[in-house]
């Protein structure tokens, strides 16, 4: 059985202090405190230094299915792509469109994604802007929220290649989830896994069976997409 840290920070605790002193009530009006109590009240210590906090956007992540697995490199004889570092990584920083087409072109092809499609993810979700930050708290250019962010390995969102190859390669788990369905996994994109599967849709004629279904915002992003991609 493994012993957590806690537990370990609660036995140096105890070890550290002197023994309780035995006090009669009539000289101090008080009980000494029962040995179980004071157990407790150190566990409770020791256990507050550790917490960790949830964030808002972490719980939705979890409630709409956002992605939670953690990604360990690409199978078969594909190679995981090593990005320098980029201008534009931090807020406040520029990258010229073309720059940023390049990249896309890159990654896509390496990870076996149309670049068109990622091409028009980045412009619905950021209009190619690096620097960009969601009033929900997404951020960079494919819009990733912190949580998925970390799934996916992303260190810095708004480093422009770091945070295309982590869209991308969402997108393409999401392409595979449904088998290359592109109006599923672009509504999976936007209103998260969880709210597509729960409604039954894993096929694009599902999706314009049931699209009223999904939130209007959702509507409109596929529709402004595949309108690009198709005509």
Same mark, same amino acid.
């Given at each position: ?34 040995? $179980? ?6 566990? $409770? ?54 720059? #940023?087409?390049?990249? #896309? ?103 314009? $069976? ?14 402004? #997409? ?6």
């Amino acid at each position: 059985m493994s012993i957590s840290p806690q537990y370990h920070a609660l036995i140096g605790a105890l070890q550290r202090m002197q023994p309780y002193p035995s006090l009669p009530d009539e000289q101090n009006g008080l009980a000494a405190l029962p040995q $179980a109590d004071l157990f407790q009240d150190l566990l $409770a210590q020791e256990m507050s230094k550790n917490q960790r906090v949830i964030s808002a956007e972490e719980i939705l992540a979890d409630l709409d299915g956002s992605p939670t697995y953690v990604y360990s490199g690409l199978s078969g004889d594909e190679e995981e792509l090593q990005e320098p570092a980029a201008s534009g990584s931090t807020p406040g920083g520029t990258i010229s469109r073309d720059a #940023i087409m390049a990249k #896309i072109n890159r990654i896509a092809t390496a990870y076996g994604v149309d670049p068109k499609l990622v091409r028009e993810v980045v412009r619905a979700e950021s209009n190619f802007n690096p620097n960009a930050v969601s009033r929900a708290g997404a951020k960079g250019l494919m819009q990733l929220m912190d949580s998925t962010a970390r799934s996916l390995h992303v260190q810095n969102p708004f480093n422009p290649d770091e945070n295309i190859r982590g869209g991308t390669l969402f997108l393409r788990k999401l392409l595979q989830k449904y088998d290359g369905n592109v109006k599923v996994a672009l509504a999976a994109y936007n209103a998260g896994p969880g709210r597509v599967d729960r409604l039954g849709i894993d096929t694009d004629e599902e999706f314009e $069976a049931k699209a009223q279904q999904l939130p209007e915002e959702t509507q409109r992003y596929v529709d402004k #997409i595949t309108s690009r991609l198709y005509g």
